[in-house]
């Protein structure tokens, strides 16, 4: 093999390396938008706590779900608002690449888990967690689809899963959970229905392409 | 406006171009120009001295003449250039192909950056390492790669979404040429070589030397291009002919295939689940063709299987057994349906991101519904205490598994394209990692085998489970039985469907969230345990 190939393909390799670099890159910002972090949520410098981002997720999910499940020790909603509190700090943990996967499913298990534990069973519960499963394939599939989620504007008008977690979890405080699920139910369906299928039947190049 | 690039630089045995053998007064390269010219422009590419010849066999075509590989790989750049940087086909000019397998790279519907694969050890063509459906190393006969789990079978397609990186990396790859061609070259072209094809009786195939397919897919999978892995349809007829005796062979293969059954055939997805492979595949491709025939589109189809899921919620929720029946049968009505947007998009060949993502939201909307109505019924017939509980956690319990298992997939696309970038002047590939290596599920027994020794090496434990279950991947029952367990959606709704008529609502979601439970545990588990180890 020649030099001068040899010193051209180095060079190209450094290139296509930063190239790489960056498409890695925007994939890991993919996968962060599966988050559906909204408004309140991952605002703080990621890193700022040791060890996987999962692990402690996991953690905040069973303070928060397990205690109130089997109706030990106080009210649902102070668990619950102690393992979201612990979610929110462990969320931005360094995330270890490769356990980011079960980040966005942990988060969904907190957000569903708290609407049942706090709001109990009821047709407005079921309705709301129609609703945001609705919002939380729509992301996913829209990711794997075309490449780009909902637009930012959405996620803050819509809290993201802290926000909504605070509002279920106050309004349980004050013993008005059924009723906030039927309040956000009828507020959050509109916003993440119409948005959706207006992006959807607007027109645009045809696929991001994978 | 896509364009078909063929290249004409294998010769026959004979001598001459191979792609002017002739059978039955047609020579190769006439009748593949016909069947690509249907969706798009054709250039032909061969050596200046063949030019006169080629240009009196396809005199509608524009045939380029070129003086080395690198000119060649050069021409390529510069015609895909001339259709305004679309969709690029490259293909050998002496490829005997029959139209449905053609069409999977070159028609209308496909699109995206792929190549043409076949099953490891396939006679022909150059070795490829599969992991996810991505080509993530690829042999030419200037590189090698270890672990091979299939092989490319020459055609390649570049999509537009590419075209500027694809310029890059086949500038890249011309120099390397010209430098390699300079300095006396390394491929010598024995036939035998790691990029060329097994060693046979040479009456088929391509000389090895000649190859740019291979090289271009080298480039691009090396320069990070994501390049898919297309898979021909079976009974597919698929030859790089070099002799009279080889092209007749493969003529008269292509006169006997009924091509209508193999398209039906085609239409149904290989990997999917039990019930639905033998419980709802055997009969719903029939329908696809109706619905074909009918002019019915795949989106028309979705629509009416999400009515038929409300409808039978509806039926649900009256809370008596026989209605309950009549909820089930609808179930099972919408689900075929189900199967038969898919099918008919693939039958018709009509693919949309919007048809996709309609398809997966009315999945999810027909079972959620179908749960709520669930929960009404139990509630009219009076016995709903805590009913909507468990609807909301069986909702919730889905849901949360779904999401699981598109994050997994989703950071495994991201592995996959930090892992394959690579020097082009390098010969050997790098190999692949352990995280690589795993995920796909061999598609031969050899390459269980040598992934088997790779774990037996490397001792630890979670690794040597992982081998353990790899190698219980080839074992048919077992690969059955693992699907089931998952409990995916066809599964889940012959479940919610027996249990329903069977013992009732609470019933379904009790049987939902302990089976669901359980595969949740399995699969994420040993999820885990591959992240680690």
Same mark, same amino acid.
């Given at each position: 093999m020649s030099?001068s190939a040899?010193?051209r393909a180095?060079e190209a390799l450094?290139d296509r390396?930063?190239a790489a ?188 392409g994978? | 406006m896509a364009h078909r690039v063929l290249l004409a630089l294998t010769s026959s045995?004979?001598?001459g171009p191979a792609c002017l ?6 020579p190769i390269v006439a009748r593949l120009v016909e069947q690509l010219a249907r969706d798009g422009e054709v250039t032909v590419l061969t050596w200046e001295r063949w030019t006169e010849e080629v240009r009196v066999t396809c005199p509608a075509t524009r045939v380029v003449g070129v003086r080395s590989h690198g000119d060649a790989i050069r021409s390529v750049i510069a015609q895909h250039g001339r259709s305004g940087g679309g969709d690029l086909v490259l293909a050998h000019a002496h490829l005997v192909a029959?139209?449905?397998a053609l069409g999977r790279v070159a028609d209308a519907?496909a699109s995206g950056t792929s190549a043409v694969a076949g ?5 022909h063509g150059t070795p490829v ?5 991505r080509i993530v190393a690829a042999a030419s006969p200037h590189h090698?790669i ?5 092989v490319c079978q020459r055609v390649l397609r570049v999509g537009s979404g590419v075209g500027i990186r694809a310029h890059e990396l086949l500038t890249e790859l011309a120099e390397l040429l010209d430098d390699r061609s300079r300095s006396?070259g390394d491929a010598?072209g024995?036939?035998?070589g790691p990029g060329g094809d ?7 195939g391509v000389d090895p030397k000649d190859d740019l397919v291979a090289l271009v897919l080298v480039a691009l999978v090396r320069g990070g291009v994501p390049v898919s892995a297309t898979?021909l ?5 698929w030859s790089h002919p070099r ?69 039978? !919620?509806?039926?649900?929720?009256? *809370?008596?057994?026989? =209605?309950? /029946?009549? +909820? &089930?049968? @609808?179930?099972?009505?919408? $689900? ?41 019924? !139990?509630?009219?017939?009076?016995? *709903?205490?805590?009913? =909507?509980? /468990?609807? +909301? &956690?069986? @909702?919730?319990?889905?849901? $949360? ?19 394959v970038v690579q020097p082009l002047a390098v010969r050997?590939d ?104």
């Amino acid at each position: 093999m020649s030099t001068s190939a040899e010193g051209r393909a180095s060079e190209a390799l450094a290139d296509r390396v930063a190239a790489a670099g960056s498409h890695g890159s925007a994939r890991a910002r993919l996968l962060a938008e599966h988050r559906d972090d909204g408004v309140l949520a991952g605002r703080w410098p990621t890193g700022a706590v040791p060890g996987p981002e999962s692990a402690w997720l996991t953690l905040a999910v069973f303070l928060a779900l397990a205690p109130p499940a089997i109706g030990a020790f106080g009210p649902a909603w102070s668990w619950v608002v102690a393992g979201t509190a612990l979610a929110a700090v462990g969320s931005c943990g360094r995330g270890w690449p490769r356990l980011r996967w079960p980040v966005p499913a942990l988060l969904r298990a907190l957000e569903y888990g708290a609407v049942l534990l706090l709001a109990g069973g009821s047709a407005w519960t079921y309705a709301l967690l129609s609703v945001l499963a609705f919002h939380h394939y729509d992301i996913v599939y829209r990711l794997r689809l075309r490449g780009e989620g909902p637009p930012r504007w959405l996620g803050i008008v819509t809290g993201g899963w802290l926000v909504r977690i605070g509002v279920i979890a106050a309004a349980a405080a004050v013993e008005r959970a059924e009723p906030a699920t039927m309040v956000l139910s009828l507020l959050l369906a509109p916003a993440y229905l119409i948005e959706s299928i207006t992006s959807w039947i607007a027109p645009r190049r045809a696929s991001a392409g994978r | 406006m896509a364009h078909r690039v063929l290249l004409a630089l294998t010769s026959s045995s004979e001598g001459g171009p191979a792609c002017l053998l002739e059978h039955a007064g047609e020579p190769i390269v006439a009748r593949l120009v016909e069947q690509l010219a249907r969706d798009g422009e054709v250039t032909v590419l061969t050596w200046e001295r063949w030019t006169e010849e080629v240009r009196v066999t396809c005199p509608a075509t524009r045939v380029v003449g070129v003086r080395s590989h690198g000119d060649a790989i050069r021409s390529v750049i510069a015609q895909h250039g001339r259709s305004g940087g679309g969709d690029l086909v490259l293909a050998h000019a002496h490829l005997v192909a029959n139209d449905l397998a053609l069409g999977r790279v070159a028609d209308a519907a496909a699109s995206g950056t792929s190549a043409v694969a076949g099953p490891h050890g396939a006679a022909h063509g150059t070795p490829v390492r599969i992991t996810r459906g991505r080509i993530v190393a690829a042999a030419s006969p200037h590189h090698t790669i270890e672990h091979a789990s299939g092989v490319c079978q020459r055609v390649l397609r570049v999509g537009s979404g590419v075209g500027i990186r694809a310029h890059e990396l086949l500038t890249e790859l011309a120099e390397l040429l010209d430098d390699r061609s300079r300095s006396g070259g390394d491929a010598d072209g024995d036939g035998g070589g790691p990029g060329g094809d097994r060693p046979g009786d040479g009456s088929a195939g391509v000389d090895p030397k000649d190859d740019l397919v291979a090289l271009v897919l080298v480039a691009l999978v090396r320069g990070g291009v994501p390049v898919s892995a297309t898979h021909l349809p079976a009974g597919s007829v698929w030859s790089h002919p070099r002799t009279g005796t080889a092209l007749r062979q493969a003529r008269e293969a292509m006169a006997s295939l009924d091509e209508e059954r193999q398209r039906l055939d085609a239409a149904v997805k290989a990997d999917d689940s039990f019930f639905t492979t033998f419980f709802v595949s055997s009969y719903s491709r029939y329908w696809a063709r109706w619905a074909a025939r009918r002019g019915f589109t795949p989106n028309q189809v979705t629509s009416v299987s999400m009515l038929l899921g409300i409808l039978a !919620a509806l039926a649900f929720a009256v *809370g008596t057994r026989w =209605w309950a /029946l009549v +909820g &089930a049968v @609808l179930l099972q009505l919408a $689900f075929t349906l189900d199967c038969v947007d898919g099918q008919l998009a693939r039958y018709s060949r009509r693919f949309s991101s919007l048809g996709a993502w309609l398809d997966s939201v009315f999945d999810r909307g027909k079972e959620y519904v179908v749960y709520a109505g669930l929960a009404v019924g !139990a509630i009219r017939a009076g016995h *709903g205490a805590g009913l =909507w509980l /468990l609807a +909301g &956690a069986a @909702l919730a319990l889905q849901t $949360f598994r779904h999401i699981l298992d598109l994050g997994y997939a989703e950071q495994q696309l991201a592995d996959v394209d930090a892992a394959v970038v690579q020097p082009l002047a390098v010969r050997a590939d790098r190999g692949p990692s352990f995280w690589e290596a795993t995920p796909e599920p061999a598609p031969a027994l050899t390459s269980i085998r040598a992934f088997d020794a790779t774990a037996a090496r490397e001792a630890s434990l979670p690794r040597r489970v992982i081998g353990w279950l790899r190698q219980a991947e080839g074992v048919g029952v077992l690969r059955w039985g693992k699907r089931i367990v998952v409990l995916p959606i066809g599964e889940r709704f012959a479940l919610i469907s027996v249990v329903a008529v069977a013992a009732g609502p609470r019933a379904v979601f009790v049987a939902l969230l302990v089976w669901g439970g359980v595969a949740t545990a399995y699969t994420a588990g040993g999820r885990v345990v591959r992240s680690i180890a």
